[in-house]
């Protein structure tokens, strides 16, 4: 990899597909500005031609045009090679659309790139993707592979900054292993940066080119700023302070069940929903559904009539909520910053970036479903064939009772208690640091 690129997990994902003999068209997916165009960039120097074509720059109407013309890939290569003077060589060339959301024709394309010219490597992003599949009913299904791409996980970070000993220690991990004090709290206290840098990648190059905390949080202010500002891009009927509103509503309503009357002031129920489900297919929220959680798959007996909702980035999380940079870096636990919401949070994202690229997951948690019972279970996961409840501690104490309510309930082997402590057991709970929530099925 060169200097300038920070390795991201996916990028072995790409590499693999490179390399196979038979390949789907890529569909990569994820919010805006969470590395996809320069993750393909960088793959790019792995082929002897690279051709992009950003379907949102007004120089690239000729190539809107081609699609909106033709449907044959060999053709529109044809055309693109005379057009942007770059050979398209099976093989050899790897091509390029960005913001394809932009061009629904270039979309509708792909499944004709994997059903008449399968040899070609082809890859297609967007940041408002999922809005445009929503007009494409019987997209693709089965001639294209979606992958997709969140904020640097933590162990991202870890490379990012050069402690790759660290990440790969972390890695290989295990509760029945702990580690040294001087390695834990050095675990400790890259954590607590990378909650305050977060994971955007320009947030992160930033901090691991020099550049000090507070040159961090200028960057997430003009990340926040340009997020508002793609607000009116979502949907012409939903005003974009509306979105404002609910993405702030969110941000406050972290850690708890998210309540539509204290979303706004203003919106009915439906308005608040609508709301809502633009930002989920943004990427910028993600949604934890309650499960009662009785057998596999925990999909199964979910109720979205309850569910709490995460941002997609703590830097940004933190920013927003103007927290104390000097309190966070130098509390004892996260219990005393924010009530430990910011711990929660940072376990659900790194459960969810944590996933095969292929194979995004869904995040659940439970709750007792009895009047007066105020029993709660972070997140539940499958870990093989195993149902697991994660209870999210921001210190190094707090008591398990839902946890053990929850064992004791479902009879199930074991929970994994998330915090600030080393890795180790006690009784049929396995302690694991909050900086080793990834590991969390892979052990």
Same mark, same amino acid.
């Given at each position: 990899?060169?200097?300038?690129?920070?390795?991201?997990?996916?990028?072995?994902?790409?590499?693999?597909?490179?390399?196979?003999?038979?390949?789907?068209?890529?569909?990569?997916?994820?919010?805006?500005?969470?590395?996809?165009?320069?993750?393909?960039?960088?793959?790019?120097?792995?082929?002897?031609?690279?051709?992009?074509?950003?379907?949102?720059?007004?120089?690239?109407?000729?190539?809107?045009?081609?699609?909106?013309?033709?449907?044959?890939?060999?053709?529109?290569?044809?055309?693109?090679?005379?057009?942007?003077?770059?050979?398209?060589?099976?093989?050899?060339?790897?091509?390029?659309?960005?913001?394809?959301?932009?061009?629904?024709?270039?979309?509708?394309?792909?499944?004709?790139?994997?059903?008449?010219?399968?040899?070609?490597?082809?890859?297609?992003?967007?940041?408002?993707?999922?809005?445009?599949?929503?007009?494409?009913?019987?997209?693709?299904?089965?001639?294209?592979?979606?992958?997709?791409?969140?904020?640097?996980?933590?162990?991202?970070?870890?490379?990012?900054?050069?402690?790759?000993?660290?990440?790969?220690?972390?890695?290989?991990?295990?509760?029945?292993?702990?580690?040294?004090?001087?390695?834990?709290?050095?675990?400790?206290?890259?954590?607590?940066?990378?909650?305050?840098?977060?994971?955007?990648?320009?947030?992160?190059?930033?901090?691991?080119?020099?550049?000090?905390?507070?040159?961090?949080?200028?960057?997430?202010?003009?990340?926040?700023?340009?997020?508002?500002?793609?607000?009116?891009?979502?949907?012409?009927?939903?005003?974009?302070?509306?979105?404002?509103?609910?993405?702030?509503?969110?941000?406050?309503?972290?850690?708890?069940?998210?309540?539509?009357? /204290? !979303?706004?002031?203003?919106? $009915?129920?439906?308005?608040?929903? &609508?709301?809502?489900?633009? #930002? *989920? +297919?943004?990427?910028?929220?993600?949604?934890?559904?309650?499960?009662?959680?009785?057998?596999?798959?925990?999909?199964?007996?979910?109720?979205?009539?309850?569910?709490?909702?995460?941002?997609?980035?703590?830097?940004?999380?933190?920013?927003?909520?103007?927290?104390?940079?000097?309190?966070?870096?130098?509390? /004892? !636990?996260?219990?005393?910053? $924010?009530?430990?919401?910011?711990? &929660?949070?940072?376990?659900? #994202? *790194? +459960?969810?970036?944590?996933?095969?690229?292929?194979?995004?997951?869904?995040?659940?948690?439970?709750?007792?479903?009895?009047?007066?019972?105020?029993?709660?279970?972070?997140?539940?996961?499958?870990?093989?064939?195993?149902?697991?409840?994660?209870?999210?501690?921001?210190?190094?104490?707090?008591?398990?009772?839902?946890?053990?309510?929850?064992?004791?309930?479902?009879?199930?082997?074991?929970?994994?208690?998330?915090?600030?402590?080393?890795?180790?057991?006690?009784?049929?709970?396995?302690?694991?640091?909050?900086?080793?929530?990834?590991?969390?099925?892979?052990?």
């Amino acid at each position: 990899m060169s200097k300038e690129y920070l390795e991201r997990s996916i990028d072995r994902d790409l590499l693999e597909w490179k390399k196979a003999e038979k390949h789907k068209p890529v569909l990569l997916r994820g919010a805006r500005q969470v590395g996809k165009s320069s993750t393909v960039r960088e793959l790019g120097k792995q082929f002897d031609y690279f051709l992009e074509i950003n379907f949102e720059k007004k120089e690239n109407r000729d190539a809107k045009v081609l699609f909106e013309r033709s449907s044959s890939p060999r053709q529109i290569c044809d055309e693109l090679s005379l057009i942007y003077d770059t050979p398209i060589i099976p093989g050899r060339t790897l091509l390029f659309f960005d913001e394809v959301q932009s061009c629904i024709p270039a979309i509708s394309s792909l499944r004709y790139f994997y059903e008449e010219y399968p040899e070609l490597h082809v890859i297609a992003a967007g940041s408002l993707l999922e809005f445009a599949l929503q007009e494409i009913p019987s997209f693709g299904v089965g001639r294209i592979r979606s992958l997709f791409l969140y904020p640097f996980s933590f162990n991202e970070y870890l490379r990012a900054m050069n402690l790759t000993m660290l990440a790969d220690a972390l890695q290989k991990a295990l509760p029945e292993k702990p580690f040294s004090d001087a390695v834990h709290n050095k675990c400790l206290q890259q954590l607590i940066y990378f909650m305050l840098i977060g994971g955007m990648p320009e947030a992160v190059a930033t901090y691991a080119r020099g550049g000090s905390l507070l040159d961090c949080q200028q960057v997430l202010d003009d990340l926040t700023l340009s997020l508002y500002d793609d607000f009116s891009k979502y949907k012409e009927r939903v005003p974009a302070s509306r979105l404002r509103e609910i993405f702030a509503s969110v941000i406050r309503q972290t850690g708890g069940k998210f309540t539509y009357s /204290e !979303s706004s002031q203003d919106a $009915n129920h439906k308005q608040i929903k &609508e709301s809502m489900g633009l #930002l *989920e +297919l943004a990427g910028i929220i993600y949604p934890v559904t309650h499960t009662s959680a009785n057998g596999l798959p925990l999909a199964a007996e979910m109720n979205t009539k309850h569910r709490k909702y995460l941002i997609f980035d703590t830097g940004i999380y933190q920013r927003f909520l103007k927290l104390d940079l000097g309190q966070l870096l130098t509390a /004892e !636990s996260l219990e005393q910053i $924010n009530k430990g919401a910011l711990a &929660e949070l940072f376990a659900g #994202l *790194e +459960l969810l970036k944590s996933a095969p690229s292929n194979n995004p997951t869904q995040l659940y948690y439970w709750l007792r479903e009895k009047r007066g019972s105020n029993a709660e279970v972070d997140y539940v996961v499958q870990c093989n064939t195993d149902i697991v409840p994660i209870e999210v501690k921001s210190g190094t104490k707090g008591s398990m009772q839902s946890m053990f309510q929850f064992l004791s309930e479902k009879e199930y082997k074991y929970g994994i208690r998330c915090s600030m402590e080393n890795f180790g057991t006690y009784q049929n709970i396995k302690i694991s640091p909050l900086y080793a929530v990834s590991r969390i099925g892979k052990q």
